[in-house]
């Protein structure tokens, strides 16, 4: 059984694995959009399963408990800029895949 401890690294593993799944289904359905495998379930999937994944409040929320912890900045700042370049990454990935 993998265990992490999530007090001990200061980084919320599990809002994060949301986010980047929300953005990776996303790109994904968009991508199959693009490419005319357009359905009426596209907007449903992309608005109400990406949208509930991928939280921008919970990712403020954790971002702000992060900042609180270290005056420098340091976890607030691992954590945003983690979150954000690993999501670019995975849509350009993808995009380059499925599109071009």
Known sequence: MIFWDVQRWNFPFFTFA????GSTI???VDAGVYNGCSSNYEF???SGL???L???????GEAHKLAEKRPDGWFFLRYVW???LVAQVIVVIL?????Y
């Open 18 to 21: 949301a986010n980047i799944l």
């Open 26 to 28: 996303s790109t994904g």
């Open 44 to 46: 449903a999937v992309v």
């Open 50 to 52: 990406c949208g509930a």
């Open 54 to 60: 991928s939280t921008v409040s919970t990712f403020i």
């Open 82 to 84: 983690t979150t954000i």
């Open 95 to 99: 995009l380059a895949e499925l599109v």
